[in-house]
């Protein structure tokens, strides 16, 4: 990634299509690790936006961008997108110049789509990919159920397809102590490994951690902090090494 003070429009509009909708802080995290001032941005975005390679929308105050449509598709909750947005850079930003981006349109087709995917190098054999799920989301009846049972049936194939060992991260807007006693209940159905699709052997995919935690951590250091929760309700790290 090139430093901030030499973005290009190219720079800017390959970031934005990595996303379904994102917002100038979060093109500041992308491209300068903290929510700080890029010059280059507030020149380069209206710019781009005049011309017509953005598509935009006014929410709470601040534009979201997105890359244009020839139908104009307004999704269910910018919120929803902004805070995708933010797990996304957060997630890349810990090992940016190893990661693959694989944004959601990458996983249509397997009978489950995650927000976004980050495959790493060949020889760590390992990929990362993420959900998010509101609050209103997450107390709809038996959505987490379902998603956990379809990443179950289909994770094999995703694997067999990227082949690498997918790690699946849940990131829920939830109280921390309330997603720990979800995972209580999710325990039968979290002790039933996975027949991993690349060397057949059984796995524990998936983790979990809160929104409010994740957002603490600081930038960079994500894959290392002891947040998440595993298939046995301790916490653990996504990663030993950066």
Not at 15 to 43: M, P, S
Not at 46 to 63: A, I, N, T
Not at 183 to 189: A, H, S
Request: glycine letters at 6%; a positive charge; hydrophobic letters at 40%.
């Amino acid at each position: 990634m090139r430093h901030h003070s030499i973005i290009t429009e190219n720079d800017v509009l390959i970031a934005v299509r990595v996303f379904r909708w994102v917002t100038r802080q979060a093109l500041e995290l992308y491209f300068g690790g903290e929510v700080k001032r890029i010059k280059a941005l507030e020149v380069i975005l209206p710019k781009l936006e005049r011309v017509g390679k953005l598509s935009v929308e006014w929410h709470k105050g601040e534009k979201v961008y997105s890359k244009p449509r020839k139908k104009k598709v307004i999704p269910v909750s910018l919120d929803h997108e902004i805070a995708c947005s933010e797990i996304f850079v957060r997630l890349w930003r810990c090992r940016m110049e190893e990661s693959e981006i694989f944004p959601e349109r990458a996983f249509r087709g397997f009978g489950i789509v995650p927000e976004g995917g980050i495959r790493y190098l060949e020889e760590r054999k390992t990929m990362l990919i993420f959900e998010y799920c509101t609050q209103s989301n997450f107390t709809h009846g038996g959505v987490m159920k379902s998603k956990l049972t379809r990443y179950k049936k289909h994770l094999p194939d995703i694997e067999a397809k990227v082949k690498r060992n997918v790690t699946v991260l849940f990131v829920i807007d939830i109280d921390r102590r309330k997603l720990r006693e979800f995972i209580v209940r999710m325990q039968p159905l979290l002790d039933d490994p996975v027949i991993s699709g690349i060397a057949g052997e059984p796995r524990y995919p998936f983790f979990f951690t809160d929104y409010q935690t994740f957002k603490s951590v600081p930038v960079g250091k994500a894959l290392t902090a002891n947040i998440y929760f595993w298939h046995d309700g301790k916490e653990w790290r996504l990663t030993n090494d950066a």
